[in-house]
């Protein structure tokens, strides 16, 4: 007698209702699958008609769920929006995200440009890249982070009138990440090879860019609620920020407030690597000042190779160590 003929009846009946549970499991997990695609689709197309209106047209082309069975996925093949009463207007190339299901509060996006841009007072812009990634941690209230990652990114402007478009920049990577830390909002973001285009700084040269740096916005919590229109009020901490070509390199760190007035008060640092050839860079960007320039970097470099420095400005009175610097006007 084989060892298949000695099974107990009850272990057949136990294998076929675990069959029929597992059938059953996947039948219902289909059918949330499905009935929550159709959901999600439902509410995307309703926000865009509830947009739409009182000059208001708002766009997602050819929305689509898909993705079953193991992730969620929403795709549209353009998104567009324009208000005619605030003059503002953008569009963007195609949207793919997606989230796994192991993985259902950490979506990520693939956006495709270029991202045309209007608004009052702005120049018309026409931003585009080769790959441009998006990505957050969902939580409750606010994300638990927001992150960009972008190649080959470059923006020039889009002028209605048939004239000729300016060059702007160009970066070989980008990227950004926020998050919420307390009450507060932290920023840390990079650029690799960023070249500005001498027609967008009135024919003033720049070498080639590397860039890094980490902040802090105070109350930035908040500030994102009631989103206020000016800087007054505001404070931001400079963890770092870091500017470097070549061996030239320059590192800011320090708080930075404006006060309800519209002055600024800051106590920076500055710190230079190699100073003179930060001073050749900065005698290219600005010729009208390259002797000054010149001479007072010469009496730096006396410091040594990586000197520092404090910047401090006072109700908007700036100066560099015993150097006084001038004013700084309010800002809005």
């Known amino acids: 007698m084989t060892s298949s003929d000695e099974r107990p009846p009850n272990f057949r009946r136990r294998l076929f209702w675990l069959g029929a549970f597992i059938v059953v499991l996947f039948g219902l997990y289909s ?55 605030r ?8 949207l793919n995200a997606v989230t796994h299901i192991t993985q259902i509060l ?34 409750w209230p606010l994300p638990r982070r927001v992150s ?28 950004g990440q926020l998050r919420p830390n307390g009450q507060d909002i932290d920023y840390a973001g990079s650029f690799t090879d ?11 040269v720049l070498p080639p860019l590397d860039g890094s740096g980490d902040v802090t916005l105070k109350n930035g919590v908040a500030l994102i609620k009631t ?53 050749a860079i900065l005698g290219t960007a600005i010729p009208e000042q390259k002797s000054q320039i010149k001479t007072g970097f010469a009496g730096l470099a006396l410091l040594g190779n990586e000197p520092s420095m404090p910047l401090k400005i006072v109700k908007g009175k700036a100066s560099l160590g015993f150097i006084p610097l001038g004013r700084i006007k309010p800002v809005d």
């Open 31 to 85: 059918a949330g699958w499905f009935y929550l695609a159709d959901k999600v689709k439902s509410a995307a197309a309703k926000a865009v008609t509830e947009l739409n209106g009182n000059g208001i047209e708002a766009d997602c082309a050819n929305l689509t769920v898909s993705g079953y069975p193991s992730s969620f996925a929403i795709s549209c093949d353009s998104l567009a929006y324009q208000d005619d009463t």
């Open 227 to 279: 989103q206020p229109k000016s800087l007054r009020g505001q404070a931001v901490d400079i963890g770092k920020l870091d500017l470097s070509s070549g061996t030239a390199r320059v590192t800011v760190s320090g708080p930075v407030s404006v006060g309800a007035d519209g002055l600024i008060d800051a106590d920076l640092m500055i710190r230079l690597s190699d100073p003179k050839a930060v001073a």
């Open 87 to 94: 003059n503002v207007a953008a569009s963007l190339g195609s």
């Open 194 to 204: 960023l070249e500005i285009d001498s027609g967008a700084i009135d024919g003033r």
């Open 148 to 175: 960009l990652e972008a190649e080959g990114l470059s923006a020039q402007t889009d002028p209605a009138d048939g004239t000729d478009p300016v060059e702007l920049f160009s970066a070989g990577t980008a990227a």
């Open 106 to 139: 950490s979506p990520g996006a693939d956006l495709r440009g270029p991202l045309r841009t209007s608004a009052p007072g702005m120049t018309p812009l026409w931003i585009d890249w080769d790959n441009l990634r998006a990505n957050l941690k969902l939580s």
